[in-house]
């Protein structure tokens, strides 16, 4: 799966680890990221977001 990094801080959303502690399961695609979920490292919205 296709990883996204986020255009303000560089944190990478890996779907593998998903973001347990924002409410992300593990093995959760992009696709499937809610579109209210926001980076755990700087609070940017999802569209701030880029393919790695």
């Known amino acids: 799966m296709k990883k996204y990094v986020c255009g303000m801080c560089g944190y990478v959303y890996d779907p593998a680890l998903g973001d347990p502690e924002g409410g ?3 093995g959760t695609a992009w696709e499937d990221v809610p579109e209210d979920w ?3 490292e700087c609070g940017a919205a999802k569209d701030m977001f880029e393919p790695e």
């Open 24 to 26: 992300v399961a593990p």
């Open 38 to 40: 926001v980076c755990p």
